[in-house]
């Protein structure tokens, strides 16, 4: 069955520092999100990338898309206490007949805390 | 533009009871999707309703069943609730095509967190 990866499981960074969080998939993926959640509450979108070797950003948070389009990482350049949270990546399967499932299958997140 | 709406925040019940948890979804989707997330855990997919019928459903029992109704809003429902099903409840709303699975970016709501004594 299909597994997501997420490494670390936590992390507890400088104010100001970057770091990168790594997602990787057992399979080829039709698309994969990332999202932010708070403790206990609802996932807050962040990127989507869909073709191999994709890279997105905004603000200070880049996202890639390897082209074998099974490990994608998050990249957050100077972090503040706003960053803190817990960062999920979600993987859209594809069909053998092709399009997707059309849910997610999603790791078991990242813990990230700042300190200031 | 509205965003995802989830009802109830917080729900406790007790073992063999029922619950429903009400979602509405952004304007302009048609799709809701239902996860379960246990605590430290990522989301797990419940079922997907596209225009009123189901879409897809994850490895969950019959006893989580639900509903979409003609304004795309939906229900979950749980019978004979147990311990296992305390969870966050999150819903997701996305634009489908018919005959397709909704593969469009799903935004999610703030989630229901159900606890069962």
């Known amino acids: 069955s299909q597994e997501l990866e997420q490494s670390p499981q936590s992390l507890i960074v400088q104010e100001g520092k970057n770091l990168t969080i790594n997602c990787t998939s057992s399979k080829t993926l039709y698309g994969l999100y990332w999202y932010k959640q708070k403790y206990g509450e609802g996932l807050i979108f962040l990127m989507m990338l869909q073709k191999g070797g994709e890279e997105k950003s905004h603000e200070k948070i880049t996202a890639k898309l390897d082209e074998k389009k099974q490990q994608s990482s998050l990249h957050i350049t100077a972090s503040q206490p706003s960053h803190a949270g817990i960062y999920l990546c979600?993987?859209?399967?594809?069909?053998?007949?092709?399009?997707?499932?059309?849910?997610?299958?999603f790791g078991k997140g990242t813990k990230l805390s700042v300190k200031p | 533009e509205t965003g995802v709406t989830q009802s109830p925040t917080h729900l406790i019940k007790t073992r063999g009871q029922q619950v429903t948890l009400r979602c509405s979804s952004q304007s302009g989707h048609n799709t809701v999707s239902w996860y379960q997330q246990a605590l430290g855990q990522g989301p797990q997919f419940i079922f997907q309703?596209?225009?009123?019928?189901?879409?897809g459903r994850g490895n969950f029992p019959p006893r989580f069943s639900g509903l979409q109704f003609p304004n795309y809003s939906s229900e979950l429902n749980v019978n004979a609730l147990e311990l296992d099903d305390s969870a966050l409840y999150l819903c997701a709303s996305s634009h489908g095509i018919l005959g397709m699975r909704s593969t469009d970016t799903q935004y999610f709501g703030p989630g229901t967190r159900l606890t069962v004594l």
């Open positions: 979600g993987a859209d399967i594809p069909l053998n007949y092709g399009g997707s499932q059309g849910n997610l299958i």
């Open positions: 309703y596209y225009r009123e019928e189901e879409n």
